[in-house]
Nanobody, 125 residues
Framework: QVQLEESGGGLVQAGDSLTLSCVVS????????MGWFRQAPGKEREFVAA????????YYADSVKDRFTISRDNAKDTVYLQMNSLKPEDTAVYYC??????????????????WGQGTQVTVSS
């Protein structure tokens, strides 16, 4: 059974940085391309960033480009989301997700096979 567990959320001030982590268990980590999504109160869940299993190909939503960085440590079965220059509009529950095939950037939520439970990020102004 594949499980994803996020951590690292919290309450920060505008302009601060925060790093989210997501550990994957139950299947070989490099079988998955990984993604981060977020859902703000009253809004639909939206794509944030994605990364292939190998070759470190990444892709970002325009709203976070140049502020957020997705990375992965295949030895630790972990994907990260480094968030810099946080804004109040970044406040949301952040979810990591895993998708096969592993070597393609995946954006649509429907193409992800497994999801974490989410971690809350709150940015105060």
């Amino acid at each position: 059974q594949v499980q994803l567990e996020e951590s690292g959320g919290g309450l920060v001030q505008a302009g601060d940085s925060l790093t989210l982590s997501c550990v994957v268990s139950g299947r070989k980590f490099t079988n998955f391309a990984m993604g981060w999504f977020r859902q703000a109160p009253g809004k639909e869940r939206e794509f944030v960033a994605a990364m292939t299993a190998l070759k470190n190909i990444t892709y970002y939503a325009d709203s976070v480009k140049d502020r957020f960085t997705i990375s992965r440590d295949n030895a630790k079965d972990t994907v990260y989301l480094q968030m810099n220059s946080l804004k109040p509009e970044d406040t949301a529950v952040y979810y990591c997700a895993a998708s096969t095939p592993a070597h393609t950037i995946v954006v649509p939520q429907r193409d992800y096979n497994y999801w974490g439970q989410g971690t809350q990020v709150t940015v105060s102004s």
